[in-house]
């Protein structure tokens, strides 16, 4: 791995990150905005002021005069608890100018542009349970392929209009399917990581193989596979103009393990107490759900609040952040989210390889072939000289977006 440097100030760069569900841009050496959308700020503030005006509902009748709220109206659903507006996940638009983005406000998500010129948000796509994984722009501007969760809990591929409508699902496997990105020679093909879900006799899936590199064609309806290797995860896949391979190499684990009979024992002997707190939690949930009074008051009003997940998902694997982030508070320096063997590779078309950087939790290339990677703490990219490069600091960075 090259040399590290620090630089914060001095790029000409313009891109774009995830950090906790919320969307920066940072462009050259213009200062860190945050993008907020509209609709979704103006359909939040519409829920609390419907919650206002619903309150009474919980305070008359005859629950009212036995001093309970009714069944079914949780003493947490009112005006002070503000619906959760996540942004999922983000691609290039037509120019460098606009970008797309995924947004999750709960039951209901959507499919948004943004024009960082003038910024004005354009709603593309907005209904009950939309959910997407990944969004990639053709480079022509005339399609989006998407990655779609499917209710059987497979996740495959979808090619729509530029705007997101009339999807047609063109993976069809029992698999997960994710992150497809085109090819920048002007064909319909398009690469993507893929893993074949395991099931077992009555179809619960129970593990998954280890994620391969996959190319669709879409002019001839073909799949191939480019690369695999059978103790690796092979993620994010990008294709260069020459025939090159870049990917997030990472050690597959293996989520299925057989119990041993020291965890079978332990579960025996931990059974009656595990049983007694069910039964408590149970009550206590009872109690809050009718007279808004909690049972366990024995770690303050702390324990109510919902908590947030201290863990990020990415690509079927745990990480704990609270861990990492616990190391921060020790005074120590900002901890990498991923260990080092999670590796940004290149890989020749002769199978020649090289590592560029380690600890890579999220990458993006621009069209000139331009490198950006975070390792869920810091922002690199590549010099002209082969060093690394520091341009951004953020906290739980997600994903990462070259826009130019």
């Given at each position: ?62 629950w009212g005069n036995l ?153 001839s309806e073909k799949t ?181």
């Amino acid at each position: 791995m090259a040399a590290e440097m620090s630089d914060h100030t001095n790029t000409d760069l313009s891109f774009a990150w995830i950090s906790r569900g919320r969307l920066f841009v940072r462009n050259g050496n213009s200062p860190t905005r945050e993008i907020e959308s509209d609709f979704a700020n103006q359909a939040m503030q519409r829920g609390i002021r419907d919650s206002e005006l619903n309150a009474w509902k919980g305070r008359s009748g005859v629950w009212g005069n036995l001093g309970m709220q009714p069944p079914g109206v949780a003493p947490w659903e009112n005006g002070d608890q503000r619906r959760t507006i996540r942004f999922v996940t983000a691609c290039r638009g037509k120019s460098v100018d606009e970008i797309l983005y995924v947004l999750d406000m709960g039951a209901v998500g959507g499919l948004f542009s943004y024009d960082l010129q003038n910024d004005t948000e354009c709603r593309l796509v907005h209904r009950q349970g939309f959910v997407l994984r990944d969004v990639a722009r053709n480079p022509d501007g005339k399609e989006l392929a998407v990655a779609l969760p499917r209710d059987d809990g497979t996740i495959g591929l979808s090619i729509t209009r530029h705007d997101g409508l009339f999807g047609r699902t063109v993976a069809l496997s029992d698999s997960l399917d994710e992150a497809p990105c085109w090819l920048q020679d002007g064909t319909r093909r398009l690469v993507f990581h893929s893993a074949v879900i395991g099931r077992n006799e009555h179809g619960f899936a129970v593990g998954k193989s280890p994620y391969r590199i996959e190319m669709l064609d879409l002019e001839s309806e073909k799949t191939s596979t480019l690369h695999e290797e059978e103790e690796f995860d092979l993620l994010q896949p990008r294709m260069t103009a020459d025939g090159a391979l870049l990917c997030i190499r990472r050690p597959h684990k293996i989520a299925q393990r057989q119990g041993s009979n020291v965890d079978v024992l332990t579960d025996i002997l931990f059974l009656p107490f595990r049983l007694v707190r069910t039964f408590v939690h149970f009550f206590h949930f009872m109690s809050m759900m009718f007279s808004g009074k909690p049972l366990i008051t024995a770690a303050g009003p702390e324990q109510h609040r919902p908590q947030a997940n201290p863990y990020l998902m990415l690509w079927g694997q745990a990480i704990d952040t609270k861990r990492v982030l616990q190391t921060d508070r020790q005074g120590a320096q900002k901890q990498p989210l991923v260990p080092k063997d999670w590796v940004l590779i290149h890989r020749s078309p002769d199978g020649t390889e090289k590592q560029i950087a380690e600890n890579v939790l999220a990458w993006d290339m621009s069209s000139n072939g331009q490198l950006v990677w975070t390792d869920g703490r810091h922002i690199f990219t590549q010099t002209t000289e082969g060093t690394t490069r520091t341009i951004e600091d953020g906290d739980i960075i997600e994903r990462v977006l070259v826009l130019s």
